[in-house]
């Protein structure tokens, strides 16, 4: 997994809550047994027509937000299935971050397992962001070492992350390696409780 | 005097295998579930890392996705195709278990796990699946991770994980006649929304929950995610411990006696403290029909759809106004005027051989409504079994419902079971998100027997006037 440090991007305003994963990657795309070229199938149902033509009202096709690598969303951003296929498809799509008031559970896991950085900030934020995505040609930067997001315009702003998430994030680690440091831990937990 | 634990303070403290300051825990899983949609990538992941499976027999594998429910044999789809055979062929080089679709216990994986036994109390289960939260039921931590981490407990038979926050939902009274358990969780999103549980692991208590079935506990635990909660849990009682009594994986004579002496244990203590507590009165819940595009969007069929100028605020407003668009809906509109063309009893909410029951009581000597397509698809293909053996296959088709293989089906729609655009269902499903059951399809989600009154009568029908007129 791409170390991510920090990122300076094109902001893209999904003004919406409760934005499930069915949205992100609709189930007809989810046969593939690759990891990768899932970024062509994203908000598929929001940006073609049944004959694949674009949708132009969809704010994503237009050429404004082309090149967009920071998504702001409303509230509950990635409920519902568990695919994995949904930060696939925002990362192979070019989102590096994603900034929402909160975000579902799984789909937060799955961003962090992928190098993208979902960072949850106040509501309040979120629709001065979104506000100004829609307005104007929009940029943003996510500093994670030093847990900032900022603009040249003066707006800045702190966000929690967890320690153990920052470090797997800044370094680009495989959480599998770490834990096989621990193997003799789960050697002496199987001897001891399910028998080996 | 020791302090008084929640089960799933209990179920953390026996899994921990590795604590450290300022890292999640890292917990030991019990069983892994797999299917064919969320695991090629990870075991891609372990062959290119030169990994194996640490624990091939604490994993099970069964292909339940994308199986054709009809001629099952003819895959149409090469990808589908290629995923299924993708499975069967990792399975094969990592030693585990798989019911493929040959295999009489081929199934919804959260319906098998049950089914076999494999499910038990104080378990740690995952799979590469939302719907896990199912297992909960039993007085399992069982929840859905995604492909990276199937991956993970593939390779280390852990996961990494921060305890969870408890919440407490307390369902006190009792359900009136013809309320179910679908109607019980519907009505609880419906009433406090599709976040309230995120970040939470939910406790299912209460006088209401005690007198459920295990199939009924399932439906409940089933949709802990649709409110956001990873897992959702009851602690185990003595009907927990009749229905695992002679399943196939669960021990047997002293063993089994053991056993039941420590899945009882597991029990929240008298005076355990949640982070939060919610309750609810079952008395007041009525059958329940979904109206919008995610599942707290609900309400009584006696009521009628929103109005997004009664909102108390302007996203309030906006998230309504986009549902009833996308759903075809008028403001005001009754619940019981709304037609629809499709019934889908099916998927690992409601496809198990009481909701099946439940349904066939209902068409029992009825015919489906000229307008309405109408499929059943039970959740396994031993419910099948067991239902043919009723007799249950043969009162559906004599109603005019189509009887099929199992399989996850028509609620996501990714094998050939699809809503057509613009076309409504009544599904017994979980999610009635946009697209689900096909591009720009509706669905409304509901009980089984009402489902199947919606299909005799081509529009939604409280299923208790139904039942009444059919008495009298």
């Not at chain 2, 919440?167 to 309320?179: D, H, Q």
């Not at chain 2, 199939?215 to 185990?236: F, K, Y």
């Not at chain 2, 906006?318 to 063309?341: C, K, R």
């Not at chain 2, 996850?408 to 076309?423: F, R, T």
Request: aromatic fraction near 8%.
């Amino acid at each position: 997994m791409e170390p991510i440090r920090k990122h300076e991007g094109l902001v893209y305003p999904l003004n919406r809550s409760n934005v499930d994963t069915d949205q992100i990657i609709p189930k007809q795309f989810l046969k593939r047994i690759e990891r990768q070229g899932f970024g062509q199938f994203l908000f598929y149902n929001w940006r073609f027509h049944h004959d694949g033509s674009q949708k132009e009202d969809f704010s994503l096709n237009q050429p404004k937000y082309d090149g967009t690598s920071i998504l702001v969303a409303g509230e509950n951003f990635g409920c519902g299935s568990s695919r994995e296929h949904a930060p696939w498809a925002l990362e192979d799509y070019g989102f590096k971050v994603i900034l929402a008031p909160s975000f579902a559970d799984i789909f937060f896991n799955n961003c962090i397992k992928n190098g993208i950085l979902a960072v949850t900030l106040p509501e309040e934020e979120i629709s001065q962001l979104i506000q100004k995505a829609e307005n104007e040609t929009y940029h943003l930067t996510a500093d994670l070492k030093n847990q900032v997001i900022y603009d040249n315009e003066g707006f800045k702003t702190s966000f929690e992350v967890n320690d153990y998430q920052k470090e797997m994030l800044i370094n680009g680690w495989d959480d599998i390696s770490v834990t096989l440091t621990h193997e003799n831990k789960i050697k002496q937990y199987e001897s001891k409780k399910v028998g080996v | 005097m020791t302090q008084p634990k929640t089960i799933v303070e209990k179920i953390w403290d026996q899994h921990v295998v590795h604590l450290e300051k300022g890292k999640p825990d890292l917990l030991y899983i019990d069983l892994h579930l797999i299917h064919e949609v969320t695991s090629p990538q990870a075991f891609e992941g372990l062959r290119m890392n030169d990994r194996s499976v640490r624990r091939p027999e604490r994993t099970y594998a069964t292909m339940d996705h994308n199986v054709p429910t009809r001629e099952r044999h003819i895959i149409k789809d090469a990808v589908s195709k290629k995923q299924m055979e993708t499975l069967k062929q990792n399975c094969d080089e990592f030693g585990i278990p798989l019911a493929d679709i040959d295999h009489p216990d081929q199934g919804i994986v959260h319906v098998i796990g049950p089914e076999l036994g494999l499910t038990q109390p104080g378990k740690t289960i995952v799979c590469g699946d939302s719907h896990t939260s199912t297992h909960g039921a039993f007085g399992a931590l069982a929840f859905g991770i995604g492909t990276s981490e199937v991956e993970h407990v593939l390779a280390t038979q852990t996961l990494w994980q921060a305890p969870p926050k408890t919440l407490n939902v307390k369902v006190n009274g009792e359900l009136g006649t013809g309320v179910t358990a679908k109607d019980l969780i519907l009505a609880v999103i419906g009433k406090y929304g599709v976040r309230f549980g995120t970040g939470y692991v939910i406790e299912y208590t209460g006088d209401a929950i005690r007198s459920l079935t295990m199939e009924q506990r399932m439906t409940v635990c089933n949709m802990s995610i649709e409110a956001g909660a990873r897992a959702g849990l009851i602690s185990p009682d003595e009907t927990t411990v009749e229905y695992l009594r002679g399943k196939r994986h669960v021990p047997e004579g002293q063993a089994f006696d053991e056993a039941r002496d420590e899945w009882l244990a597991l029990a929240s203590d008298e005076g355990a403290v949640y982070d939060h507590t919610l309750e609810i009165d079952a008395s007041e819940i009525e059958p329940q029909v979904t109206w919008g595009t995610n599942p707290g969007m609900c309400l009584p069929v006696s009521a009628s759809v929103p109005d997004p100028a009664e909102a108390t605020t302007d996203n309030k407003r906006a998230e309504i106004e986009h549902a009833l668009n996308y759903m075809d809906l008028q403001p005001n509109q009754p619940i019981s005027d709304i037609a629809i063309e499709h019934v889908f009893i099916g998927s690992c909410t409601n496809s198990r051989i009481s909701d099946l029951q439940k349904a066939a009581e209902i068409v029992r000597g009825k015919t489906v409504h000229s307008s309405v397509t109408a499929i059943v698809v039970p959740g396994s293909q031993s419910v099948k079994q067991q239902a043919e053996a009723e007799g249950l296959d043969v009162v559906f088709k004599q109603a005019g419902f189509e009887w099929r293989d199992a399989g996850c089906s028509m609620c996501l729609a990714m094998n050939d079971d699809v809503i057509p655009p613009g076309e409504r269902c009544a599904s017994t499903s979980n999610r009635n998100f946009e697209g689900r059951q096909g591009t720009d399809a509706r669905t409304h989600l509901v009980s089984p027997e009402m489902a199947a009154a919606a299909a005799i009568t081509g529009h939604f029908t409280d299923v208790r006037q139904f039942t009444n007129a059919l008495q009298h």
